[in-house]
């Protein structure tokens, strides 16, 4: 028995070598070895995909809940280790039936870890490789090689038999002349003839009849395999199903979601159309069908594809799903019936709280908007489901509904107020925050209250996560809005200092004490809100230890353990005291009025009475002089001039520019931004359509400011393309120095650096980079004397630029590690060389000398294992320093394909810094580098000039 089963465990050279125990036993290593570890780590990797993602029901459902997660890392290490149990699988196992179900699993992984472009390419390759064509030509080569492996044995068998059958012929030819022999001499002698021989009485070979009844038994086996052909996939359930199907359902799925309709479509309609699709396919089938109408917009047919999904599905959470997201598109298409049918549908399955929740939610909203109740009753079921204690954590949706009722009235204030309660009473639910920021946000920006949608476009980005198709527009509109809302808010402070400067001293003062009044009553509120919660915290403590140690104990006679007696004794209490709030001392609040309070505020003197220096504190910046209050009205000048463009160009509200700057120019009679602001004037009025206050303005710009700038662009629309053409002489005048600079010849670059002021004039604005070559280029000429002198001139002559960073950083880094530099090294960064294309090796630095970089290789080694199993990432050790004082441990990681590879590498690692380097107290840097680069760094020994090159091509 032992030889059979090694005779079945040794590897074959083709399947037609395979007998029938070794096909059994590669077809079950395969699928309960391999395969089934594999499957069993991706459902699992699946359903923690799943229980990741948070349901947002103020937005359409995702289909799969489990290609919402905003990051799927968290399963790459599982995912990983499926790819390599599969792989392993088809290698030592290639002519087992579970083949196409290893490749399957494959492209399932990279589905579900999101490289979609991997995916696609194991789908692709699975489609070809096991097609019904391509599996049917495979089979006809293994039963044609089987065929004539057959014919071999026979011919084998038959040269035995006629083998035996010539010396059986032999045998037989002798018995016969002995038994005829013996019948002459019976006859002779007048007895009876002797009985026949065995061998002459059976009419036939032993042979013959052995092959006869071999090649009827092949003939049968051939009739079987041939009915079990024109079977169909579902008529026979034992046997084993080709993946071919299920594996052009995720090919369809991997299409759609790199935007390949089209070609996911022809997959689909073929599954749709074919006879031979198999019940379960068919089912999902319809829901991949909607995913693809969704992604598309084509929310009715997703409706028409819904239902059948929805039907055939047998899990009843799923179909809770379908039919929600089937209420939100029949939302999404006006239809209020529609959308109530689809809730009431989703409810009857039974989904779990949040759902159910949210489809109660949505048939009070859809109710009154489906005719089937008045507003009046929404509010009224709404506020209902308020009162329940059970919903106490859904009460920021509720009131967001109540919201969404009051804007559906045309009731805006009501609107707003509910979306605010709606944030008051968030308990962490993001994507809810989310939605009623973002509402609040564009409503503030519609009523053109640009700071207060300023300040909600900021919330909204903290609460929306970035892979929101929304994010890039809320995150434009608040960078959009940043300096518009600055300015406006300069312009109110200032005001309002202005307006404070004019009053009488005992009108401060009375403002002052209301400053201070509600200051204290702030305070007071925080200090109670603390005592709360400590109180609350405390109560949960004990609470918990009595839960905890009494868990198997008798009943206790406790009091306070009887619900009864401690609402009883709640209503002797508010009976006695109020209502009061749960904190420590609430007897010493009640006796001494406030003298805790008092005592906390550590406030000194009578809150009726306050010291010029307290007013003059508690005013903050109010003007005091006339000069004060000049630079106010300049601030608020400046802040005027400034709305006006800013208006125009970057919200094209072009009144609103009219207005500021004519309240600008009204207010301040020859202001300082005057001529900037009647040019402004002249192009909003043109783009209003007024040409005769454009043509005002353009008269009084010609009259008053001749020879401007402005002028000139008035009296000569061209004069705009001379000026751009000038600028892009610029812009060449400077490539053409750096480029000199680049390959060495510092002299010229250094020359034409300093020739750009005559040549462009001093206010240039592309002085700055200017100077900065120029101090770069005489470093390289005169010295590191003259470097630094250079250097320091930019840093005085450009304050607020990126040059005048620059030259500072590099002034640090001179001061800091000349002593540790070799003789003749430069840390200049021209040493380096951007190629974002060539191979990049990754470079972890670390601060301390006395690490222990074993430990950290093996961290690293670690955090590699689990995030980049499969792509073979090797790691050195190095240090960089000229002596052993002044070392630094350096890990080495090779290598990467590109910028692009070892920069998501770097963005990976910062987003998990705790699980790379485990100890919190190790300081690292990290350097993506390219090969050259890395023999720069190595050369100089050091990597205070590669960060620098690193901070300007990598991180900006």
Same mark, same amino acid.
């Given at each position: 028995m032992a030889l059979f089963i090694l005779a079945a465990c040794t590897a074959t050279k083709s399947r037609s070598d395979m007998s029938a125990l070794g096909e059994a036993y590669h077809n079950t290593t395969a699928h309960y070895n391999g395969y089934f570890n594999a499957n069993e780590l991706l459902i699992a990797s699946e359903a923690l995909l799943q229980q990741a993602h948070i349901d947002n029901y103020t937005q359409l459902l995702p289909m799969y809940p489990e290609l919402a997660v905003e990051d799927a890392s968290v399963i790459a290490p599982d995912a990983d280790n499926a790819i390599e149990k599969v792989t392993?699988?088809?290698?030592?196992?290639?002519?087992?039936?579970?083949?196409?179900?290893?490749?399957?699993?494959?492209?399932?992984?990279?589905?579900?870890?999101?490289?979609?472009?991997?995916?696609?390419?194991?789908f692709r390759y699975f489609s070809t490789e096991f097609s019904p064509e391509a599996m049917e030509q495979k089979e006809k080569k293994a039963a044609a090689a089987k065929k004539s492996s057959k014919k071999k044995k026979k011919s084998k068998k038959r040269k035995q038999s006629k083998r035996k059958k010539n010396k059986l012929s032999k045998k037989k030819s002798q018995a016969l002349k002995k038994y005829n022999k013996a019948v002459r001499k019976a006859r002779k002698s007048g007895g009876a003839a002797p009985e026949k021989p065995e061998i002459l009485r059976s009419g036939r070979d032993g042979a013959a009849e052995s092959a006869k009844e071999e090649k009827r038994k092949a003939n049968e086996e051939e009739l079987k395999e041939e009915q079990a052909a024109e079977?169909?996939?579902d008529d026979n359930p034992l046997k084993h199903r080709p993946a071919y199907q299920e594996g052009m359902l995720y090919y369809a799925k991997t299409l759609i979601e790199r935007d390949k309709f089209d070609q996911a479509q022809r997959i689909l309609t073929e599954l749709l159309e074919s006879a031979k699709t198999y019940k379960d396919i068919r089912a999902e089938l319809s829901a991949v069908q909607a995913y693809l109408f969704i992604q598309t917009e084509d929310y009715a047919q997703a409706v028409a594809a819904l239902e059948p999904a929805i039907e055939l599905q047998k899990d009843k959470q799923r179909k809770a799903r379908y039919a929600f997201i089937m209420g939100q598109l029949y939302q999404k298409l006006g239809n209020s019936r529609g959308a109530y049918a689809g809730f009431e549908q989703a409810l009857a399955y039974k989904p779990d709280y949040t759902m159910a929740f949210n489809c109660q939610l949505n048939l009070a909203k859809n109710a009154w908007a489906s005719g089937q109740g008045g507003a009046l009753q929404a509010r009224q079921e709404l506020e209902r489901m308020l009162k329940e204690e059970k919903n106490a954590e859904f009460k920021d949706q509720i009131y967001f509904t109540?919201?969404?009722?009051?804007?559906?009235?045309?009731?805006?204030?009501?609107?707003?107020?509910?979306?605010?309660?709606?944030?008051?009473?968030?308990?962490?639910?993001?994507?809810?925050?989310?939605?009623?920021?973002?509402?609040?946000?564009?409503?503030?920006?519609?009523?053109?209250?640009?700071?207060?949608?300023?300040?909600y476009y900021d919330s909204t980005l903290m609460a929306m996560v970035q892979a929101d198709e929304r994010y890039k527009r809320v995150k434009g509109a608040a960078e959009n809005l940043t300096d518009i809302a600055d300015n406006l808010q300069i312009i109110a402070l200032q005001d309002s200092l202005l307006r404070i400067s004019q009053m009488s001293p005992k009108e401060q003062e009375a403002l002052a004490l209301r400053i201070k009044k509600e200051r204290d009553e702030e305070r007071r509120k925080q200090l109670l809100q603390q005592a709360n919660r400590q109180s609350t915290q405390r109560f949960n403590t004990l609470n918990n230890r009595i839960n905890t140690g009494g868990a198997l104990a008798e009943p206790s006679t406790f009091f306070a353990y009887d619900d009864r007696r401690l609402k009883r004794g709640e209503r002797e209490f508010d009976r006695k005291w109020g209502n009061r709030a749960l904190e420590d001392n609430w007897r010493r609040f009640a006796v001494t009025s406030d003298a805790l309070?008092?005592?906390?505020?550590?406030?000194?003197?009578?809150?009726?009475?306050?010291t010029e220096e307290e007013v003059q504190k508690l005013l903050g910046d109010v003007p005091r002089t006339e000069a004060d209050i000049?630079? /106010?009205? @300049?601030?608020?000048?400046? %802040?005027?001039?400034?709305? #006006?463009?800013?208006?125009?160009?970057?919200?094209?509200?072009?009144?609103?520019?009219?207005?500021?700057?004519e309240a600008l120019n009204r207010r301040f009679p020859s202001n300082n931004f005057e001529l900037e602001s009647w040019y402004q004037l002249y192009l909003a009025y043109q783009e209003v359509g007024n040409t005769a206050k454009a043509k005002e303005y353009a008269d009084k710009i010609l009259d008053k400011y001749t020879g401007t700038t402005y002028a000139m662009l008035i009296k000569d629309p061209n004069y705009g393309d001379e000026i751009?053409?000038?600028?892009?002489?610029?812009?060449?005048?400077?490539?053409?120095?750096?480029?000199?600079?680049?390959?060495?010849?510092?002299?010229?670059?250094?020359?034409?650096?300093?020739?750009?002021?005559?040549?462009?004039?001093?206010?240039?604005?592309?002085?700055?980079?200017? /100077?900065? @070559?120029?101090?770069?280029? %005489?470093?390289?000429?005169? #010295?590191?004397?003259?470097y630094i002198e250079q250097l320091r001139n930019v840093v005085a002559r450009f304050p607020d630029t990126?040059?005048?960073?620059?030259?500072?950083?590099?002034?640090?880094?001179?001061?800091?590690t000349t002593a540790s530099l070799p003789a003749g090294a430069k840390e200049e960064i021209e040493n380096?060389?951007?190629?974002?294309?060539?191979?990049?090796?990754?470079?972890?630095?670390?601060?301390?000398?006395?690490?222990?970089?074993?430990?950290?290789?093996?961290?690293?080694?670690?955090?590699?294992?689990?995030?980049?199993?499969?792509d073979r990432i090797r790691i050195s050790n190095i240090y960089l320093g000229t002596d052993a004082k002044n070392r630094v441990p350096i890990l080495v990681l090779r290598r990467f394909k590109n910028k692009q590879e070892a920069m998501a590498y770097y963005q990976g690692v910062v987003s998990k810094k705790g699980e790379f380097i485990t100890d919190e107290a190790v300081e690292f840097e990290l350097f993506p580098v390219t090969q050259d680069n890395y023999r720069e760094v190595l050369k100089e020994r050091t990597l205070d000039s590669y960060r620098i090159f690193f901070q300007q091509y990598y991180l900006n």
């Amino acid at each position: 028995m032992a030889l059979f089963i090694l005779a079945a465990c040794t590897a074959t050279k083709s399947r037609s070598d395979m007998s029938a125990l070794g096909e059994a036993y590669h077809n079950t290593t395969a699928h309960y070895n391999g395969y089934f570890n594999a499957n069993e780590l991706l459902i699992a990797s699946e359903a923690l995909l799943q229980q990741a993602h948070i349901d947002n029901y103020t937005q359409l459902l995702p289909m799969y809940p489990e290609l919402a997660v905003e990051d799927a890392s968290v399963i790459a290490p599982d995912a990983d280790n499926a790819i390599e149990k599969v792989t392993v699988v088809v290698n030592l196992h290639p002519y087992s039936k579970w083949v196409d179900d290893c490749y399957l699993l494959f492209g399932k992984a990279q589905y579900l870890k999101r490289d979609y472009e991997a995916a696609e390419e194991a789908f692709r390759y699975f489609s070809t490789e096991f097609s019904p064509e391509a599996m049917e030509q495979k089979e006809k080569k293994a039963a044609a090689a089987k065929k004539s492996s057959k014919k071999k044995k026979k011919s084998k068998k038959r040269k035995q038999s006629k083998r035996k059958k010539n010396k059986l012929s032999k045998k037989k030819s002798q018995a016969l002349k002995k038994y005829n022999k013996a019948v002459r001499k019976a006859r002779k002698s007048g007895g009876a003839a002797p009985e026949k021989p065995e061998i002459l009485r059976s009419g036939r070979d032993g042979a013959a009849e052995s092959a006869k009844e071999e090649k009827r038994k092949a003939n049968e086996e051939e009739l079987k395999e041939e009915q079990a052909a024109e079977d169909g996939p579902d008529d026979n359930p034992l046997k084993h199903r080709p993946a071919y199907q299920e594996g052009m359902l995720y090919y369809a799925k991997t299409l759609i979601e790199r935007d390949k309709f089209d070609q996911a479509q022809r997959i689909l309609t073929e599954l749709l159309e074919s006879a031979k699709t198999y019940k379960d396919i068919r089912a999902e089938l319809s829901a991949v069908q909607a995913y693809l109408f969704i992604q598309t917009e084509d929310y009715a047919q997703a409706v028409a594809a819904l239902e059948p999904a929805i039907e055939l599905q047998k899990d009843k959470q799923r179909k809770a799903r379908y039919a929600f997201i089937m209420g939100q598109l029949y939302q999404k298409l006006g239809n209020s019936r529609g959308a109530y049918a689809g809730f009431e549908q989703a409810l009857a399955y039974k989904p779990d709280y949040t759902m159910a929740f949210n489809c109660q939610l949505n048939l009070a909203k859809n109710a009154w908007a489906s005719g089937q109740g008045g507003a009046l009753q929404a509010r009224q079921e709404l506020e209902r489901m308020l009162k329940e204690e059970k919903n106490a954590e859904f009460k920021d949706q509720i009131y967001f509904t109540l919201a969404e009722v009051a804007f559906a009235e045309n009731d805006r204030a009501e609107g707003i107020r509910n979306l605010q309660r709606s944030l008051q009473h968030s308990l962490g639910n993001s994507p809810q925050k989310t939605e009623a920021y973002l509402l609040l946000a564009d409503l503030y920006f519609e009523d053109e209250s640009y700071v207060e949608a300023k300040l909600y476009y900021d919330s909204t980005l903290m609460a929306m996560v970035q892979a929101d198709e929304r994010y890039k527009r809320v995150k434009g509109a608040a960078e959009n809005l940043t300096d518009i809302a600055d300015n406006l808010q300069i312009i109110a402070l200032q005001d309002s200092l202005l307006r404070i400067s004019q009053m009488s001293p005992k009108e401060q003062e009375a403002l002052a004490l209301r400053i201070k009044k509600e200051r204290d009553e702030e305070r007071r509120k925080q200090l109670l809100q603390q005592a709360n919660r400590q109180s609350t915290q405390r109560f949960n403590t004990l609470n918990n230890r009595i839960n905890t140690g009494g868990a198997l104990a008798e009943p206790s006679t406790f009091f306070a353990y009887d619900d009864r007696r401690l609402k009883r004794g709640e209503r002797e209490f508010d009976r006695k005291w109020g209502n009061r709030a749960l904190e420590d001392n609430w007897r010493r609040f009640a006796v001494t009025s406030d003298a805790l309070l008092e005592d906390l505020l550590a406030d000194s003197g009578s809150p009726d009475i306050l010291t010029e220096e307290e007013v003059q504190k508690l005013l903050g910046d109010v003007p005091r002089t006339e000069a004060d209050i000049r630079t /106010a009205e @300049l601030k608020i000048q400046e %802040a005027m001039s400034k709305l #006006g463009p800013l208006y125009r160009e970057r919200l094209e509200k072009y009144d609103k520019a009219i207005e500021i700057l004519e309240a600008l120019n009204r207010r301040f009679p020859s202001n300082n931004f005057e001529l900037e602001s009647w040019y402004q004037l002249y192009l909003a009025y043109q783009e209003v359509g007024n040409t005769a206050k454009a043509k005002e303005y353009a008269d009084k710009i010609l009259d008053k400011y001749t020879g401007t700038t402005y002028a000139m662009l008035i009296k000569d629309p061209n004069y705009g393309d001379e000026i751009a053409a000038e600028s892009q002489r610029l812009t060449r005048y400077y490539d053409e120095t750096y480029q000199a600079f680049q390959t060495g010849n510092y002299q010229q670059a250094y020359s034409r650096s300093l020739g750009a002021k005559e040549e462009f004039g001093a206010g240039n604005p592309m002085q700055a980079k200017f /100077a900065l @070559l120029a101090a770069m280029s %005489a470093g390289n000429i005169e #010295g590191k004397e003259a470097y630094i002198e250079q250097l320091r001139n930019v840093v005085a002559r450009f304050p607020d630029t990126e040059e005048q960073l620059r030259a500072r950083e590099i002034l640090r880094l001179l001061g800091e590690t000349t002593a540790s530099l070799p003789a003749g090294a430069k840390e200049e960064i021209e040493n380096f060389k951007y190629e974002e294309d060539k191979l990049h090796y990754f470079i972890i630095a670390f601060s301390s000398q006395d690490l222990n970089l074993n430990d950290a290789k093996v961290q690293v080694s670690d955090y590699n294992e689990k995030y980049h199993k499969l792509d073979r990432i090797r790691i050195s050790n190095i240090y960089l320093g000229t002596d052993a004082k002044n070392r630094v441990p350096i890990l080495v990681l090779r290598r990467f394909k590109n910028k692009q590879e070892a920069m998501a590498y770097y963005q990976g690692v910062v987003s998990k810094k705790g699980e790379f380097i485990t100890d919190e107290a190790v300081e690292f840097e990290l350097f993506p580098v390219t090969q050259d680069n890395y023999r720069e760094v190595l050369k100089e020994r050091t990597l205070d000039s590669y960060r620098i090159f690193f901070q300007q091509y990598y991180l900006n």
